[in-house]
């Protein structure tokens, strides 16, 4: 008897690891069953694959269970959860009087595409869940994100527009339109976290306006009832008005577009539902909860009635993907991970046919034009072009640079139209016209990026860094988002003052550091060992206020970094011995204060986490969601929970530093709250399931704080100091940001600019002062602008006036150096003209050693330099060390270059005086007979005189210059000239005796005539013979020679010189 009993245990534990194998999801989906029990079922499953494989659906996972699992600690009931709260309570406080803050917008700061890539892998801008194209028109398209609505183009992608960001909540799971009219549409709302439906919606303009149909959440949450998720959503293609909605509940049919509807297959899990291509009588659909697992269900009576197939070969489970194909209507095809079956007489038979190359099928798609030509797939894209006997992978999802195949990770959805692919990823709409060879990413322009958590430059109001969902980490600079980082992201820091320093992490907190602002990265890892237990998804990163290089990373332990993440220098600081840490927070104005929490548990450290004791006595029994400190009050601490229960307490406050606790919630009742923040005016900000919720310390009353901004979660809230802005991360519209409360017209120091960049390897060297900068918007003329600085944070009241230098606030002298390793503070302080007065963040950092100053001079000179009463005749150089007057080295390398003597001679060439040096520094012609005048313009090392004279050179060579003899130069026309030679003079110089020799007699009234240099006749005589002895008594001086003809002129001319 024993014997039987053990092998009927084994045959009920195999039986439940196979059925585990795909209704895990179906555990996840069905609130009926405990969260926990829904957790271990999926890790039962978990422990007999490789979870390590990429698609295996473990990360997706452990991602749910962030997600919700606060919701429901620690009972794990989701069977009486309402979740419908959030709604109620923000519909509640908008109908009431007085309910909003100030008009202040808020702004959109993306991303809105992912176009640039620094050091990251697999970018993408967010996840697609449902998509539609018009027949008639592809530039016309509808696309619905989970979490960030629906959004509607008119031209092909090039712009979008979202039409629903103001419902009740902003996702958009599944939509469908009239075969009849594209202007009308139908779409599921829901919960991102939960999936859990908020109601169908209908629009018959183009998903401009939206009407609320029967299936809706507005009155006992209509048929769909209060936990159900929407996993189908159809229009019959063949049968006008007809609608069908599957649920994890039930199925749904309508023949009145939801006007009305029949509810069949009550309990049934209905995940995918098909049409047969020419028959409206048949339906098909997978129903996860049938005791018929190895068979989908088909209806001959248009789904009045379901009838389970024969039983398909090889399965134990009916989790999967139904195709039809318009050009084998009888033909149904049925996708389970990556296995391909089919039939052939309308799916009452199926064999298997194929299977694809890597990945499971998620969706799959048969081309409507060619019935071989098939897309599917689920990490990465593939095409079957045998009608799913074969795949083959046309992309690859972690790639740095993405090509034209690129489309992300984790295809949701697929559809084809006209022979055109179009598929919805965790990252891109995309459109292949080509079979799915290339891949055109059409959703640039839609702002829906999932954030956990965001970090933001105190320096610099434009600088953030975000972690999201399957899109990993990106940097906002001033001019664009950059992709920095792949895979999920997590908490974020930037350095205060340095803003290129920054940190990032993946989930379970494995960090990476860049020092360049995104332009590289840096492993840092996580410091303790271990895999998903010893950190929280998000794990908190936290940068210490009192020495601004040093960050705590926060596991199960409390970890510490000097060096700004380094690699190899984390230290453990302490252990709180709660488990794993969710959230941190440290005190802004008494650096010794930390506080941690995990689940329900919150601890205290008076030692910045060396040791800890529990303050949680007087809060509720539940998982704490954020943790913040008062900034003007290191007393005051702040918790919020973000549960679904109906229980009033989402919000306490402790002015004791946690001995007592008091119950804030007040009108907010039952909101659930992500994120907490308070500014120093003592203004509480809340991101919560609806938007932003703030109200002042002392008031009872919680106010919506949402003008322009999405009815979506808000995850995370920053506050950046100097331009009194509230930012807030969102969970499916990115990031957002608005002024403060009662900040509007206030001063905004939007940049601080330290003098010297700080490091991680070295502090600010004591003979190197800091001076600060910083750029300041205000609309009026304003009072003063200083900055305040000191060696303790609460006692910065050393001034430096700040003066304003062409729209740039510089300080007018540098904070003094003061001994090594000293921490220094500063914040500047700017006074608009009502007195309306702004503060930066306290900067800080730390005073170094003495840091050699490296100079060098150069000096030229000629043939010589005097220096320190040395004589320098060579070039060379000479390396001097100084003190400066803060006793540190200053090292001065003197380069000596010594030019020596150069050619300086100068040359007549035809008309032409040239230098005989070409390669000199410079030129300047001379006129000797004007006391060596510079004549303007002529700097060439050729010159053409224009007038007979004498002329010199003065020729610089590097450092020297020196100028030539002077040399006479006779002008005469171009006409005047016949050649050059024509005749000679011998001697020349001569002493007034000469000999003309003439090389050719050309005419018989050839003269001779002597002229001074100033055009004075001197001497004439008849030449009869080609050589001819002539004395002209001439005095010593330089004379011009002419041979001329009575009938032609002057044939040629000489310089000659007497000497006697």
Same mark, same amino acid.
């Given at each position: 008897?024993?014997?039987?009993?053990?092998?009927?245990?084994?045959?009920?534990?195999?039986?439940?690891?196979?059925?585990?194998?795909?209704?895990?999801?179906?555990?996840?989906?069905?609130?009926?069953?405990?969260?926990?029990?829904?957790?271990?079922?999926?890790?039962?499953?978990?422990?007999?694959?490789?979870?390590?494989?990429?698609?295996?659906?473990?990360?997706?996972?452990?991602?749910?269970?962030?997600?919700?699992?606060?919701?429901?600690?620690?009972?794990?009931?989701?069977?009486?959860? $309402?979740?419908?709260?959030?709604?109620?309570?923000?519909?509640?406080?908008?109908?009431?009087?007085?309910?909003?803050?100030?008009?202040?917008?808020?702004?959109?700061?993306?991303?809105?595409?992912?176009?640039?890539?620094?050091?990251?892998?697999?970018?993408?801008?967010?996840?697609?869940?449902?998509?539609?194209?018009?027949?008639?028109?592809?530039?016309?398209?509808?696309?619905?994100?989970?979490?960030?609505?629906?959004?509607?183009?008119?031209?092909?992608?090039?712009?979008?527009?979202?039409?629903?960001?103001?419902?009740?909540?902003?996702?958009?799971?599944?939509?469908?339109?009239?075969?009849?009219?594209?202007?009308?549409?139908?779409?599921?709302?829901?919960?991102?976290?939960?999936?859990?439906?908020?109601?169908?919606?209908?629009?018959?303009?183009?998903?401009?306006?939206?009407?609320?149909?029967?299936?809706?959440?507005?009155?006992?949450?209509?048929?769909?009832?209060?936990?159900?998720?929407?996993?189908?959503?159809?229009?019959?293609?063949?049968?006008?008005?007809?609608?069908?909605?599957?649920?994890?509940?039930?199925?749904?049919?309508?023949?009145?577009?939801?006007?009305?509807?029949?509810?069949?297959?009550?309990?049934?899990?209905?995940?995918?539902?098909?049409?047969?291509?020419?028959?409206?009588?048949?339906?098909?659909?997978?129903?996860?909860?049938?005791?018929?697992?190895?068979?989908?269900?088909?209806?001959?009576?248009?789904?009045?009635?379901?009838?389970?197939?024969?039983?398909?070969?090889?399965?134990?489970?009916?989790?999967?993907?139904?195709?039809?194909?318009?050009?084998?209507?009888?033909?149904?095809?049925?996708?389970?991970?990556?296995?391909?079956?089919?039939?052939?007489?309308?799916?009452?038979?199926?064999?298997?046919?194929?299977?694809?190359?890597?990945?499971?099928?998620?969706?799959?798609?048969?081309?409507?034009?060619?019935?071989?030509?098939?897309?599917? #797939?689920?990490?990465?894209?593939?095409?079957?072009?045998?009608?799913?006997?074969?795949?083959?992978?046309?992309?690859?999802?972690?790639?740095?640079?993405?090509?034209?195949?690129?489309?992300?990770?984790?295809?949701?959805?697929?559809?084809?139209?006209?022979?055109?692919?179009?598929?919805?990823?965790?990252?891109?709409?995309?459109?292949?016209?080509?079979?799915?060879?290339?891949?055109?990413?059409?959703?640039? #322009?839609?702002?829906?990026?999932?954030?956990?958590?965001?970090?933001?430059?105190?320096?610099?109001?434009?600088?953030?860094?975000?972690?999201?969902?399957?899109?990993?980490?990106?940097?906002?600079?001033?001019?664009?988002?950059?992709?920095?980082?792949?895979?999920?992201?997590?908490?974020?820091?930037?350095?205060?003052?340095?803003?290129?320093?920054?940190?990032?992490?993946?989930?379970?907190?494995?960090?990476?550091?860049?020092?360049?602002?995104?332009?590289?990265?840096?492993?840092?890892?996580?410091?303790?060992?271990?895999?998903?237990?010893?950190?929280?998804?998000?794990?908190?990163?936290?940068?210490?206020?009192?020495?601004?290089?040093?960050?705590?990373?926060? #596991?199960?332990?409390?970890?510490?970094?000097?060096?700004?993440? +380094?690699?190899?220098?984390?230290?453990?600081?302490?252990?709180?011995?709660?488990?794993?840490?969710?959230?941190?927070?440290?005190?802004?104005?008494?650096?010794?204060?930390?506080?941690?929490?995990?689940?329900?548990?919150?601890?205290?450290?008076?030692?910045?986490?060396?040791?800890?004791?529990?303050?949680?006595?007087?809060?509720?029994?539940?998982?704490?969601?954020?943790?913040?400190?008062?900034?003007?009050?290191?007393?005051?601490?702040?918790?919020?929970?973000?549960?679904?229960?109906?229980? $009033?307490?989402?919000?306490?406050?402790?002015?004791?530093?946690?001995?007592?606790?008091?119950?804030?919630?007040?009108?907010?009742?039952?909101?659930?709250?992500?994120?907490?923040?308070?500014?120093?005016?003592?203004?509480?900000?809340?991101?919560?399931?609806?938007?932003?919720?703030?109200?002042?310390?002392?008031?009872?009353?919680?106010?919506?704080?949402?003008?322009?901004?999405?009815?979506?979660?808000?995850?995370?809230?920053?506050?950046?100091?100097?331009?009194?802005?509230?930012?807030?991360?969102?969970?499916?519209? #990115?990031?957002?940001?608005?002024?403060?409360?009662?900040?509007?017209?206030?001063?905004?120091?939007?940049?601080?600019?330290?003098?010297?960049?700080?490091?991680?390897?070295?502090?600010?060297?004591?003979?190197?002062?800091?001076?600060?900068?910083?750029?300041?918007?205000?609309?009026?003329?304003?009072?003063?602008?200083?900055?305040?600085?000191?060696?303790?944070?609460?006692?910065?009241?050393?001034?430096?006036?700040?003066?304003?230098?062409?729209?740039?606030?510089?300080?007018?002298?540098?904070?003094?150096?003061?001994?090594?390793?000293?921490?220094?503070?500063?914040?500047?302080?700017?006074?608009?003209?009502?007195?309306?007065?702004? +503060?930066?963040?306290?900067?800080?950092?730390?005073?170094?050693?003495?840091?050699?100053?490296?100079?060098?001079?150069?000096?030229?000179?000629?043939?010589?330099?005097?220096?320190?009463?040395d004589t320098i005749t060579s070039s060379k150089k000479i390396v001097k060390n100084f003190k400066d007057k803060f006793s540190c080295d200053s090292i001065v390398t003197y380069n000596f270059i010594i030019d020596q003597q150069f050619?300086?001679?100068?040359?007549?060439?035809?008309?032409?005086?040239?230098?005989?040096?070409?390669?000199?520094?410079?030129?300047?012609?001379?006129?000797?007979?004007?006391?060596?005048?510079?004549?303007?313009?002529?700097?060439?090392?050729?010159?053409?005189?224009?007038?007979?004279?004498?002329?010199?050179?003065?020729?610089?060579?590097?450092?020297?210059?020196?100028?030539?003899?002077?040399?006479?130069?006779?002008?005469?026309?171009?006409?005047?000239?016949?050649?050059?030679?024509?005749?000679?003079?011998?001697?020349?110089?001569?002493?007034?005796?000469?000999?003309?020799?003439?090389?050719?007699?050309?005419?018989?009234?050839?003269?001779? +005539?002597?002229?001074?240099?100033?055009?004075?006749?001197?001497?004439?005589?008849?030449?009869?013979?080609?050589?001819?002895?002539?004395?002209?008594?001439?005095?010593?001086?330089?004379?011009?020679?002419?041979?001329?003809? $009575?009938?032609?002129?002057?044939?040629?001319?000489?310089?000659?010189?007497?000497?006697?």
């Open positions: 008897m024993r014997t039987i009993f053990f092998i009927f245990l084994e045959f009920l534990l195999n039986s439940s690891l196979t059925i585990g194998q795909s209704d895990y999801k179906n555990w996840i989906d069905n609130p009926e069953i405990n969260f926990y029990d829904a957790c271990q079922h999926a890790e039962n499953y978990f422990n007999t694959i490789d979870k390590s494989v990429k698609g295996s659906g473990w990360k997706p996972y452990l991602r749910w269970k962030h997600l919700n699992e606060s919701r429901f600690y620690p009972s794990g009931n989701r069977a009486n959860v $309402d979740y419908h709260l959030a709604q109620q309570t923000y519909n509640k406080i908008l109908s009431s009087n007085n309910s909003r803050q100030a008009n202040v917008p808020w702004f959109e700061l993306g991303p809105t595409n992912a176009n640039y890539i620094t050091s990251g892998y697999n970018p993408g801008i967010g996840r697609v869940e449902c998509l539609e194209v018009n027949p008639n028109d592809d530039q016309n398209m509808y696309m619905g994100s989970r979490s960030g609505g629906f959004y509607k183009t008119t031209d092909g992608g090039k712009t979008w527009k979202n039409t629903t960001q103001y419902l009740s909540v902003p996702g958009v799971h599944n939509m469908t339109v009239n075969p009849l009219d594209f202007n009308e549409v139908f779409i599921s709302l829901a919960q991102s976290f939960s999936n859990v439906s908020h109601g169908i919606f209908h629009s018959i303009d183009g998903g401009e306006t939206w009407q609320a149909t029967a299936l809706n959440s507005n009155t006992g949450f209509g048929g769909l009832g209060s936990t159900a998720i929407v996993k189908i959503l159809a229009f019959h293609p063949l049968i006008k008005d007809m609608i069908f909605v599957g649920t994890n509940n039930g199925l749904y049919r309508s023949t009145d577009k939801l006007k009305s509807y029949t509810y069949l297959l009550p309990d049934a899990y209905i995940n995918e539902l098909a049409f047969h291509p020419t028959d409206p009588k048949i339906v098909y659909l997978i129903d996860g909860s049938s005791t018929f697992r190895t068979s989908i269900s088909r209806s001959e009576d248009m789904g009045l009635t379901f009838k389970p197939s024969k039983a398909i070969p090889g399965i134990s489970y009916n989790i999967g993907t139904l195709m039809t194909s318009p050009t084998q209507v009888d033909h149904l095809y049925f996708a389970q991970g990556k296995n391909i079956f089919k039939s052939v007489d309308k799916g009452i038979n199926f064999t298997k046919i194929g299977t694809t190359e890597y990945n499971i099928i998620n969706d799959c798609v048969i081309s409507d034009i060619d019935s071989n030509l098939w897309i599917g #797939g689920y990490v990465n894209v593939e095409q079957s072009t045998n009608g799913g006997k074969t795949f083959h992978e046309v992309n690859n999802w972690n790639t740095i640079e993405p090509d034209s195949a690129y489309t992300h990770a984790d295809l949701v959805v697929a559809k084809c139209l006209k022979g055109v692919f179009y598929i919805g990823t965790d990252g891109y709409l995309c459109r292949s016209r080509n079979g799915g060879r290339t891949w055109d990413r059409l959703n640039d #322009g839609t702002g829906i990026r999932e954030f956990y958590r965001i970090g933001i430059s105190q320096s610099n109001k434009f600088v953030h860094i975000g972690g999201s969902q399957d899109i990993g980490t990106s940097i906002l600079d001033e001019k664009k988002w950059n992709e920095w980082n792949g895979g999920d992201g997590g908490e974020c820091v930037v350095h205060p003052l340095q803003q290129k320093y920054m940190m990032g992490s993946f989930q379970y907190g494995t960090r990476k550091i860049t020092l360049d602002g995104g332009l590289s990265s840096d492993f840092s890892f996580n410091p303790e060992e271990g895999d998903y237990n010893i950190a929280d998804w998000t794990a908190p990163l936290i940068v210490d206020h009192e020495d601004q290089m040093n960050v705590f990373h926060y #596991g199960t332990k409390v970890h510490s970094n000097s060096k700004f993440g +380094e690699m190899g220098a984390w230290k453990e600081i302490g252990n709180p011995n709660v488990g794993v840490i969710n959230n941190a927070a440290m005190s802004s104005s008494n650096f010794s204060l930390m506080a941690i929490s995990s689940r329900e548990k919150i601890m205290l450290s008076g030692d910045k986490g060396k040791t800890w004791k529990s303050i949680t006595q007087g809060l509720p029994n539940l998982t704490i969601s954020a943790i913040t400190f008062d900034p003007s009050n290191d007393s005051t601490i702040i918790v919020c929970y973000d549960n679904y229960l109906a229980d $009033d307490q989402k919000i306490f406050i402790s002015k004791n530093l946690g001995t007592t606790w008091q119950n804030i919630t007040y009108n907010l009742s039952n909101m659930p709250i992500h994120d907490v923040i308070m500014d120093r005016d003592r203004n509480i900000y809340l991101g919560c399931e609806i938007g932003v919720f703030s109200k002042s310390i002392d008031e009872p009353t919680w106010k919506i704080h949402n003008v322009l901004l999405p009815n979506v979660a808000a995850k995370d809230l920053e506050i950046h100091q100097g331009s009194n802005t509230l930012k807030a991360a969102t969970w499916g519209r #990115g990031l957002w940001e608005t002024t403060l409360l009662n900040k509007e017209t206030f001063p905004r120091i939007v940049k601080v600019i330290p003098s010297i960049e700080l490091n991680n390897k070295l502090n600010v060297p004591i003979n190197n002062l800091m001076n600060v900068s910083c750029t300041i918007d205000y609309t009026s003329l304003l009072k003063s602008v200083y900055l305040l600085w000191g060696t303790k944070n609460k006692t910065v009241d050393q001034r430096i006036e700040i003066i304003d230098s062409a729209g740039l606030w510089k300080s007018k002298e540098g904070i003094p150096s003061l001994a090594k390793n000293t921490a220094v503070y500063f914040k500047i302080v700017v006074v608009g003209s009502q007195s309306d007065t702004s +503060e930066t963040y306290t900067f800080m950092y730390r005073q170094g050693e003495c840091s050699p100053q490296y100079k060098t001079i150069d000096i030229s000179a000629c043939r010589q330099y005097i220096f320190e009463n050619d300086k001679t100068i040359t007549k060439v035809n008309r032409t005086l040239i230098a005989n040096n070409p390669n000199a520094t410079s030129y300047q012609w001379l006129d000797c007979q004007k006391n060596y005048s510079a004549i303007i313009g002529e700097t060439k090392f050729e010159f053409n005189p224009k007038t007979s004279g004498q002329y010199a050179l003065e020729i610089k060579s590097n450092s020297c210059i020196d100028t030539s003899e002077c040399l006479t130069y006779i002008f005469v026309t171009s006409d005047q000239v016949i050649i050059e030679g024509d005749f000679q003079i011998v001697p020349n110089p001569n002493s007034g005796n000469v000999i003309v020799n003439i090389k050719d007699i050309l005419y018989k009234d050839l003269h001779m +005539e002597i002229k001074s240099i100033d055009g004075r006749l001197l001497f004439s005589e008849k030449l009869k013979n080609k050589s001819t002895s002539i004395n002209s008594f001439l005095p010593e001086g330089i004379y011009t020679v002419a041979i001329y003809s $009575d009938a032609h002129g002057i044939l040629s001319s000489k310089i000659v010189s007497v000497k006697k």
